[in-house]
């Protein structure tokens, strides 16, 4: 077989080898179509989009307009005479005005490249744009589907609203068409499923990745800025709300979606133009075991006395329809009785009480509770929680029954309403909180705080995970006795190949510390480092 080399200056393809018949085939079409419709788009705005093609550092490309009958003719000659000066530019001209979806099937079937690359007719791509798509296609020659980060630019040239985008995040993308520019697909799959459809006009590149994604071999986000989406009066990059149509047209294509994937929810308008809801119906006869570690502390919140193993179970109990839960509660021996008794009469025969002997180890009472479960999913919490939302527990199971889906976890609210955990943040060397301390109702950057989405890691304090991957992953790691113990457990089941789900809509109140010492020792800090390195870049969170 041959050898292929680039030209680091060129990008083009040099022989090193004989060459097989499907690579000299490969030689007469270009590695990318860049495709793009055009209507009425300003002249001088369409000559800078061309300009940014032509001035690409790698050289193995065409780019295709469809000029959807504009208008003005002076459009058709500056396609005319672009494609005049440069025969990797090809101009279609239709008849009669289709529209973006017709527009963008008649480049896609014109199209001759591996790849095809998606340009908006005002927007501009980085000099590199090509070269960096290119060797990322030579490192991963199963991609079928690679995005990078984007900007949006000014019509005075200064960028602005940089989006360092999430790894590959299939929740998030059914919450947000997050991935968006830079958008490269391989050309064979885009027909395969059909190319753009006419029906989610508006959300048209939302659907055509949602559909691809479902058979890519291989998802590549490449964290680099290589698109600049120009900012124009009416455009959808100013704000969202100039195409209210294209957001239920998007709730259209994450609901075909879910029907074709088999997740049973349905999806909706999110809480802000462009974000969607999924609402998974609850699986409640799925057995589920609460795993609670306890000395029954009491304290004071809100200006009265409770005790936190009592308002917590009751809080969880009182918003269920489920309809086989177990409440496992691992106590220390220094629980009080009158503590142990208000429980079994609140819980009855769905109790089982754990008792717990040796200096406080977290981990270890956490597995304890496990070794004494029935369920096939284990539902961990910590006894100073209250719940906001309604099924918590139907909520948080819902997503493990998608294939991949080892962890879900929700958001939690320190006692005065501002956020405790929105999942975990692992970036530069240290281990933290996403959002911590942001008020109740932040967006987070780009709608973050308002989506279902993958995460690094999610807090003890409330996760949900099947028992087979608890088993598979060997569960609590118990040379973590009070801290980082969540941190090591998540780190283990993405390491064995399952995502964690991080679920904006799931509400509780988190009491932390009132029920603990806080205290962060040097030496465990120095252990979680020690046994993962420090992370450098947050894969999920900017």
Same mark, same amino acid.
């Given at each position: 077989?041959?050898?292929? $080399?680039?030209?680091?200056?060129?990008?083009?393809?040099?022989?090193?080898?004989?060459?097989t018949?499907?690579?000299?085939?490969?030689?007469?079409?270009?590695?990318?179509?860049i495709l793009?419709?055009?209507?009425?788009t300003?002249?001088?705005?369409l000559? /800078?989009?061309?300009?940014?093609?032509?001035?690409?550092?790698?050289?193995?490309? /065409?780019?295709?307009?469809?000029?959807?009958?504009?208008?003005?003719?002076?459009?058709?000659?500056v396609?005319?005479?672009?494609?005049?000066?440069?025969?990797?530019?090809?101009?279609?001209?239709?008849?009669?005005?289709?529209?973006?979806?017709?527009?963008?099937?008649?480049? *896609?079937?014109?199209a001759?490249?591996?790849?095809? $690359?998606?340009?908006?007719?005002?927007?501009?791509?980085?000099?590199?744009?090509?070269?960096?798509?290119?060797?990322?296609?030579?490192?991963?020659p199963?991609?079928?589907?690679?995005y990078?980060? /984007?900007?949006?630019?000014?019509?005075?040239?200064?960028?602005?609203?940089?989006?360092?985008?999430?790894?590959?995040?299939?929740?998030?993308?059914?919450?947000?068409?997050?991935?968006?520019?830079?958008?490269?697909l +391989?050309?064979?799959?885009?027909r395969?499923?059909?190319?753009?459809?006419?029906?989610?006009?508006?959300?048209q590149?939302?659907?055509?990745?949602?559909?691809?994604?479902?058979?890519?071999?291989?998802?590549?986000?490449?964290?680099?800025?290589l698109?600049h989406?120009?900012?124009?009066?009416?455009?959808?990059?100013e704000t969202?709300?100039?195409?209210?149509?294209?957001?239920?047209a998007?709730?259209r294509?994450?609901? $075909?979606?879910l029907?074709?994937?088999?997740?049973?929810?349905t999806?909706?308008r999110?809480?802000?133009?462009?974000?969607?809801?999924v609402?998974?119906?609850?699986?409640?006869d799925?057995?589920?075991s609460?795993?609670?570690p306890?000395?029954?502390?009491?304290?004071?919140v809100?200006?009265?006395?409770?005790?936190?193993? *009592?308002?917590?179970?009751?809080?969880?109990l009182?918003?269920?329809?489920? +309809?086989?839960?177990?409440?496992?509660?691992v106590?220390d021996?220094?629980?009080p009785?009158?503590?142990?008794?208000?429980?079994?009469?609140?819980?009855?025969d769905r109790l089982?009480?754990?008792?717990?002997?040796?200096?406080?180890?977290f981990?270890?009472?956490?597995n304890?509770g496990?070794?004494?479960?029935?369920g096939?999913?284990?539902?961990?919490?910590?006894?100073?929680?209250?719940?906001?939302?309604?099924?918590?527990?139907?909520?948080?199971?819902?997503?493990?029954?998608e294939?991949?889906?080892?962890?879900?976890?929700?958001?939690?609210?320190?006692?005065?309403?501002?956020?405790?955990h929105?999942?975990?943040?692992h970036h530069?060397?240290?281990?933290?909180?996403?959002?911590?301390?942001?008020?109740?109702?932040?967006?987070?950057?780009?709608?973050?705080?308002?989506?279902?989405r993958?995460?690094?890691?999610?807090?003890?304090?409330?996760?949900?995970?099947?028992?087979?991957?608890?088993?598979?992953?060997?569960?609590?790691?118990?040379i973590?006795?009070?801290n980082?113990?969540?941190?090591d457990?998540?780190?283990?089941?993405?390491?064995?190949?399952?995502?964690?789900?991080?679920?904006?809509?799931?509400?509780?109140?988190?009491?932390?510390?009132?029920?603990?010492?806080?205290?962060?020792h040097?030496?465990?800090?120095?252990?979680?480092?020690?046994?993962?390195?420090?992370?450098?870049r947050?894969p999920y969170? $900017?």
């Amino acid at each position: 077989m041959a050898n292929w $080399a680039s030209d680091n200056e060129t990008g083009r393809r040099r022989k090193t080898g004989s060459p097989t018949f499907q690579e000299v085939n490969a030689m007469h079409s270009p590695l990318f179509s860049i495709l793009t419709p055009v209507y009425e788009t300003p002249l001088g705005v369409l000559q /800078e989009t061309i300009d940014s093609v032509v001035g690409q550092t790698f050289m193995d490309w /065409e780019l295709v307009f469809v000029d959807d009958c504009s208008p003005n003719p002076e459009v058709r000659n500056v396609l005319r005479k672009a494609a005049a000066l440069d025969n990797r530019i090809r101009v279609l001209e239709r008849e009669s005005n289709g529209g973006i979806v017709e527009a963008s099937n008649d480049a *896609i079937g014109a199209a001759r490249g591996s790849f095809i $690359a998606l340009l908006d007719h005002d927007d501009l791509i980085a000099p590199q744009a090509l070269q960096r798509m290119a060797a990322a296609v030579r490192k991963n020659p199963d991609a079928d589907y690679l995005y990078s980060d /984007e900007d949006k630019i000014r019509a005075n040239g200064s960028k602005f609203d940089q989006f360092d985008k999430p790894d590959w995040s299939p929740e998030r993308l059914r919450g947000q068409m997050y991935t968006g520019h830079l958008s490269v697909l +391989r050309t064979d799959l885009v027909r395969a499923v059909g190319g753009f459809h006419a029906q989610f006009e508006g959300s048209q590149d939302h659907d055509l990745v949602l559909r691809v994604a479902e058979h890519a071999r291989q998802i590549v986000h490449i964290p680099e800025v290589l698109y600049h989406w120009r900012v124009i009066e009416g455009s959808t990059a100013e704000t969202a709300d100039n195409k209210p149509y294209a957001w239920d047209a998007g709730v259209r294509a994450v609901n $075909a979606h879910l029907e074709r994937v088999g997740i049973v929810g349905t999806a909706f308008r999110g809480p802000v133009p462009g974000t969607y809801r999924v609402k998974r119906e609850p699986e409640l006869d799925r057995s589920v075991s609460i795993i609670i570690p306890t000395r029954g502390t009491a304290g004071e919140v809100w200006g009265g006395q409770r005790v936190f193993l *009592i308002d917590a179970v009751r809080s969880i109990l009182a918003t269920t329809r489920h +309809r086989d839960v177990e409440v496992v509660v691992v106590y220390d021996a220094d629980t009080p009785e009158e503590v142990l008794a208000a429980l079994t009469e609140l819980v009855g025969d769905r109790l089982t009480l754990v008792p717990f002997v040796g200096p406080f180890n977290f981990s270890r009472k956490c597995n304890e509770g496990y070794l004494s479960a029935r369920g096939e999913v284990l539902l961990f919490l910590n006894d100073d929680i209250e719940v906001i939302s309604d099924e918590v527990i139907g909520q948080m199971l819902a997503p493990l029954n998608e294939p991949g889906v080892g962890m879900t976890g929700a958001m939690l609210y320190f006692e005065d309403g501002v956020i405790q955990h929105a999942g975990h943040l692992h970036h530069m060397g240290q281990f933290t909180h996403a959002y911590l301390g942001a008020p109740k109702g932040t967006y987070g950057d780009f709608s973050s705080l308002l989506i279902n989405r993958e995460a690094s890691g999610l807090t003890a304090a409330c996760i949900a995970m099947p028992t087979s991957v608890f088993e598979d992953v060997g569960g609590f790691s118990e040379i973590f006795p009070g801290n980082f113990n969540d941190v090591d457990l998540s780190k283990k089941v993405t390491q064995a190949g399952y995502r964690l789900v991080w679920l904006a809509g799931v509400e509780l109140f988190h009491f932390e510390s009132r029920s603990r010492n806080p205290l962060v020792h040097a030496y465990e800090e120095k252990q979680i480092i020690d046994r993962w390195a420090g992370p450098q870049r947050d894969p999920y969170l $900017a």
